[in-house]
């Protein structure tokens, strides 16, 4: 997952995934662009927290392979 991908779960902006999960902006900047497995972890586990996550649809799976 990208930190792009990851912003885009939460809106538009570093300000509002970074409230969703609990770290700063300065934080999310630090980020780099192809997430850790931990950082993945953070923003599903916001995600699902706040109802926003969705399950990829199985072609969505099929590119990610």
Do not use: N, Y
Not at 7 to 33: D, L, Y
Not at 42 to 53: E, I, K, N, Q
């Amino acid at each position: 997952m990208t930190k792009s991908d990851a912003i885009r779960i939460f809106g538009s902006t570093v300000t509002e995934m970074a409230a969703a999960i609990g770290v700063t902006r300065s934080a999310v900047s630090q980020w780099p662009e192809q997430l850790t497995q931990h950082q993945i972890d953070r923003v599903v586990g916001a995600a699902v927290r706040l109802g926003r996550w969705q399950k990829p649809c199985a072609g969505e799976q099929a590119e990610a392979a």
